[in-house]
């Protein structure tokens, strides 16, 4: 591949990505199958997970929730189980898209923001993650992208013909920095909406309110302090509305709130008092003012407003935390009633309107209960009265009150009964009776439809009532999960052939089973147990798996043999171990004691690993093994690594990375045998030395300090030539994604950069070079992972922050070529996976959505019509999530997959 082709990379996938919109890929064969079910039956947990955001679009009902599997995503239901189903996996894997802020757009369709890339720690650093604003009317293909963004917005508030947000765009820098934005709810309808000079809105603290066609929100100044600000997008309808004091870094104004013709908040007083006050604004300099000296309750701050009036828990001196009303007004303004007399407070809280009347829960003397007031003292009683200090007087849980046309509900316990029910209150009653039987706990009530209540269980998912009388009714009775029997920590090796893979000892959780696999279910079986001792009788528990030479290698302690974690061979025909290196490392700490193991590393026909001295503290031996015992040898001691050594193979050599103090490291190269293990880095040498890969037989290596620029190294495997190359500011190399090298240079993936264009590096071992020329701020792909060579081409997984994660190939005479995305530019996987070659020559196999299935089971041969989905595992837009490890063995390739009916079981592909 040329240079060039690299450095064009970015900026032609942009360009035919746009192109191919949404188009699908064709399908392949549909014929992986499972071979095996380890663990028959159901585990501990339910499928559903609390439900919540449930919004009423008229002909659906919309909410959000995480079966276990997919993430939180959106779902939809008619109140039946057979109408209850995921509408939209919008980020395929774990763990989802995570939709919030849903904000309606009218009577059946809301604005919700949701993550569009999720950025794993081990390839992409938290806090990289993208997000959108969407529009839907609650069926997918209503579900529109609306503007993308880097960060989750600050507010989200409708105004007419649309939606303004806080929010920064791929330029903004700084962690705080936003701007403000107006969608028509249409994707071409979004746009900056621009603001004041010296105006900075703030992500975490600004807040805003719409007034008529303008919205007003507080920023900072360029000094630190608070202004209140009006924009409607045209010039002379934004500008500064109010300093707000004492103009420098004072406590947040907070809560704008829309009260008929004006906007309420809290906010500092005038003339240097200490104290928080009741301001609003009707959108003019002169009227933007204090006019109630009450402060907000310390608790909650918020308002209820109803027919120009708004309700709140305001602070007196003399009367504690109280219901107020005000309809904007100083004389309007005023206490409702001091429930509790003096100054303790009665903290009211859950207004809400039913009929003529306000009801809200209030501490007493006796507990938590139920008011309710037409606005002054002498209207404002206590749902059953007559009850007071009685053992049948509800307690409202303090949670969400729900109104209908002819009654209120809520939820609450009594003295009596401390079991929670659903209680209801009739529009010309004052007495409350429960309705229902014992409820789940923790139960919320959400919202009434279709002439029932919809409640939310954390454990037991959606359930309704009737309003009247009887128990609640489960929408989708919860079923069981299916046992898994692959984890995250089952290994997998090809053993001539045969798979061999760990299973837990379901009688003991902490020992590992070994088993093998033809690819039939009568050909997985338990493998012989590995056993040691005089007499081969003490079972060992195998972890580690590694193949050496024809030889399965693992490690294993046994406390029956006083043996510590050690290194042994194993003899698949008899089951016999040999211990082949005793104490093998382990990194100690004070609060982890098994933090790190060595895993043998494989280079040419041996494995080097390290193992702990005759101190038996930290590993500080480096050893070599080619599977036998007479060739299991020690190369070096007293290394004395702080934290695990990193090992880097390099052709027939092996490179150490030796971090020996957060100031200092050392590199150390072996060519497998004692003499030709070396030290390559001066004593004085004091980076840290965070990863290296191979370019052809030298390595290059990166060290840094901190947070600091990474820079680059390059060793031919002798002192004079380890030396510097240069500085790779923006350059984000892992140890699971360094980066991958084509032809005679190497690249490296990049690191998102909000607020400047994004980098990338290539190094040649002598020169290095930035590829500034492919990078934008916004709209071009980023995120570069999973770098992958196939033949003379660069396949590898990118993002753009309208489309998430596609596969994208780049390969000589510069063209860039995308290979699959998911329909309408959604992201084809919420964190992508590395691309697994089946066979030498064969397609690679990877994990990813077309938007039409679920994240199931692809290959690709590098190109469009070559990759193409290889299994639909999992029906319709349920994923069964094909993970690592997939491990080529004989004719097929071996992976785990999820279905609703097994779990996470053993399937095979023939081999593509």
């Known amino acids: 591949m040329t240079s060039k082709s690299v ?31 380890g663990q028959t039956g159901d585990r501990p947990g339910q499928r559903t997970s609390a439900p919540r955001d449930l919004m009423d679009l008229g002909t659906t009902l919309l909410f959000t929730q995480d079966d276990g599997v997919h993430g939180r995503e959106l779902w939809t239901t008619d109140g039946s189980a057979q109408g209850t189903a995921m509408m939209l996996d919008l980020l395929p894997g774990f763990p989802g898209s995570e939709p919030d802020t849903f904000t309606r ?117 360029s000094v630190g302090g608070w202004q209140l600000v009006r924009a409607d997008g045209t010039m002379e309808g934004t500008r500064r509305l109010a300093l707000l004091p004492p103009y420098g870094n004072v406590e947040t104004p907070r809560r704008l709130t829309t009260l008929g013709g004006q906007v309420i908040f809290w906010a500092q007083a005038l003339g240097g008092l200490q104290r928080v006050v009741l301001w609003h604004s009707d959108g003019t300099e002169e009227g933007t003012v204090p006019f109630a000296d009450i402060a907000p309750d310390r608790d909650q701050d918020s308002f209820f407003v109803r027919d120009g009036m708004a309700f709140f828990s305001g602070e007196d001196p003399l009367t504690g935390s109280e219901p107020w009303r005000t309809d904007g007004t100083t004389q309007g303004t005023a206490l409702i009633a001091d429930m509790i007399p003096g100054t303790a407070g009665s903290h009211p809280t859950a207004f809400t309107r039913q009929g003529f009347y306000v009801y809200f829960t209030a501490r007493t003397e006796a507990g938590t209960r139920l008011f309710r007031t037409l606005g002054a003292e002498e209207n404002t009683t206590r749902v059953n009265a007559w009850d007071d200090g009685a053992q049948q007087a509800p307690q ?115 020992t590992w089973r070994l088993w093998k ?60 171990a040999t211990r082949l290196a005793t104490s093998l490392g382990r990194w100690v700490t004070a609060t982890d004691p098994l933090l790190f193991t060595s895993h043998p590393v494989k280079v040419g026909r041996q494995a080097y690993f390290m193992v702990s001295g005759k101190d038996g503290g930290s590993p500080d031996e480096l050893w070599k093994t080619d599977g036998t015992e007479a060739g299991t040898v020690r190369l070096k001691t007293h290394l004395e690594p702080s934290f695990a050594a990193n090992f880097m193979p390099v052709g027939s050599r092996l490179f150490i990375a030796v971090n020996k103090s957060p100031t200092h490291a050392e590199l150390w190269t072996s060519d497998g045998t004692e003499a030709g293990t070396v030290r390559l880095t001066a004593p004085e040498f004091t980076p840290l030395i965070f990863g290296g890969a191979a370019m052809g037989n030298h390595l290059l290596f990166w060290t ?116 699959m995305q998911a329909q309408a530019g959604r992201s084809a996987v919420a964190t992508p996976g590395p691309l697994v070659r089946s066979r030498p020559g064969g397609p690679f196999l990877f994990a990813a959505s077309d938007g039409v299935s679920g994240l199931e089971l692809w290959k690709t041969d590098g190109t469009p019509g070559g990759t193409v989905r290889a299994a639909d595992i999992a029906p319709g837009l349920l994923s069964s999530a094909p993970s690592g490890p997939m491990v080529p063995s004989g004719d097929r390739v071996y992976f785990p997959a999820w279905t609703p009916t097994q779990g996470r079981e053993l399937w095979a592909l023939p081999m593509p």
């Open 7 to 37: 450095k064009m990379l970015l900026a032609g996938a942009l360009a035919l990505g746009m192109a191919c919109g949404g188009k699908s890929t064709p399908e392949g064969p549909r014929d992986a199958y499972p071979v095996w079910d």
């Open 105 to 221: 757009a009218d009577n059946d369709s809301v604005y919700f923001v949701a993550r569009t890339t999720y950025a794993s720690d081990t390839v992409i650093p938290r806090g990289a993650d993208t997000f959108a604003l969407f529009r839907t009317r609650g069926t997918a293909e209503s579900t529109t992208l609306l503007l993308a963004l880097p960060r989750r917005p600050g507010f989200l508030v409708t105004a007419s013909g649309g939606v303004y947000l806080s929010a920064p765009d791929f330029t903004d820098s700084g962690e705080d920095a936003a701007s403000l934005w107006f969608s028509d709810g249409t994707p071409g309808g979004s746009r900056k909406v621009a603001l004041p000079p010296d105006t900075r809105l703030s992500l975490k603290d600004s807040s805003a309110a719409t007034l008529g066609n303008a919205v007003l929100v507080t920023a900072r100044t």
């Open 396 to 510: 409202p849980t303090g949670g969400r009150m729900v109104a209908t046309d002819d009654a209120l509900f809520f939820l609450a316990t009594t003295q009596a009964d401390t079991s929670l029910r659903l209680w209801r209150v009739g529009a010309t009653t004052a007495g409350a009776t429960a309705v229902s039987g014992p409820l789940s706990v923790p139960m919320s009530l959400e919202i009434p439809a279709r002439g029932v209540l919809y409640l939310s269980s954390l454990e037991d998912g959606l359930w309704t009532h009737n309003g009247m009388t009887g128990p609640a009714t489960q929408v989708v009775p919860p079923s069981p999960l299916p046992a898994d029997s692959w984890e995250g920590a089952t290994e997998a090796v090809d053993l001539g052939g045969t798979l061999y893979f760990t299973q837990r000892d379901p009688t003991r959780m902490d």
């Open 517 to 576: 696999s033809d690819g039939t279910a009568a050909g997985t079986v338990q493998a012989k147990p590995p056993v040691a001792g005089e007499f081969n009788h003490v079972p060992l528990s195998p972890e580690m798996l590694t193949v050496v030479n024809g030889q399965l290698l693992f490690a294993a302690m046994s406390p029956e043999l006083q043996v510590p974690y050690s290194l042994w061979s194993y003899d698949p025909a008899s089951g016999n």
């Open 704 to 819: 840094g300090q901190g947070s600091e620029t990474l820079v680059l190294w390059t060793s031919d495997g002798t002192p004079e030539g380890t030396v510097p190359v240069g500085a790779m500011p923006g350059a984000h190399p892992t140890s699971t994604d360094p980066g991958v090298a084509v032809g005679d240079r190497f690249y490296f993936p990049c690191r998102s950069n909000l607020g400047a264009p994004q980098l990338c590096w290539w190094s040649d071992g002598r020169d290095i070079g930035r590829m500034t020329d492919t990078f934008g701020p916004e709209g071009t792909p980023f995120l570069p992972n999973h770098l992958t060579v196939q033949d003379d081409h660069l396949l590898f997984w990118a993002a753009t922050p309208t489309s998430g994660y596609a596969l994208w190939r780049a390969g000589p005479g510069d063209d860039v070529t995308l290979l």
